[in-house]
């Protein structure tokens, strides 16, 4: 009697393993698949992957993650870009942009996070205008990342240095944008 209810246990458990699996397995697939819509897909599956069993297979999680892993990197970003500036023997050139370059990137953190903040509130009065300034605030992010390094165009070397730093946080932003598009797509069309 007592193997039985032992053979019971480890098919319960191993069946719920396997439904644990088979579930994460189609949270990853999904991810892949709404990646794949994207301008840079290795970059968007690998950096919302690991977080597959909180996304599910939900649109608007992907999205809203999207915009978080986004917002984390672009923080991170301009504070290392606020180390980056206190590195002496910069010209008065280099040093204006660099200012800029802060301002632009703290602008960014605002929009990223004010979208995030509009995805995440519950339920709004008239979706379409919230999902439409969410697309606009996420462009407008896309575009203070992009203009950062326009300052630098007259030294190639400080332009790379700080390229290196922005081409993350703009290609996350890109990936963020085409999944809340995405996203939008699905919620317009109900």
């Not at 396997?18 to 290795?42: D, H, M, Q, W």
């Not at 519950?122 to 896309?142: C, E, F, H, N």
Request: proline share 3%.
């Amino acid at each position: 009697m007592e193997g039985s209810y032992s053979l019971i246990i480890i098919l319960l458990f191993t069946s719920s393993i396997n439904f644990i699996l088979a579930f994460e397995k189609t949270n990853v697939e999904f991810i892949r698949t709404s990646c794949g819509l994207t301008t840079y897909p290795t970059l968007c599956f690998n950096s919302l992957s690991t977080r597959a069993g909180a996304i599910q297979t939900s649109p608007k999680l992907l999205a809203q993650t999207a915009l978080s892993v986004t917002l984390d990197t672009t923080r991170t970003t301009s504070s290392s870009m606020v180390k980056l500036s206190k590195v002496h023997g910069m010209t008065p050139l280099e040093v204006a942009a660099m200012k800029d370059c802060i301002e632009l990137l703290s602008d960014s953190v605002y929009e990223l996070k004010k979208s995030l903040d509009e995805m995440i509130r519950p339920g709004s009065k008239d979706s379409r205008l919230v999902m439409s300034d969410i697309q606009t605030w996420v462009s407008s992010a896309m575009t203070d990342e992009d203009t950062c390094t326009e300052g630098f165009k007259n030294d190639p070397k400080m332009k790379s240095v700080v390229r290196g730093k922005i081409v993350n946080v703009a290609r996350l932003t890109s990936n963020a944008l085409a999944l809340i598009n995405s996203y939008a797509s699905m919620t317009m069309s109900r």
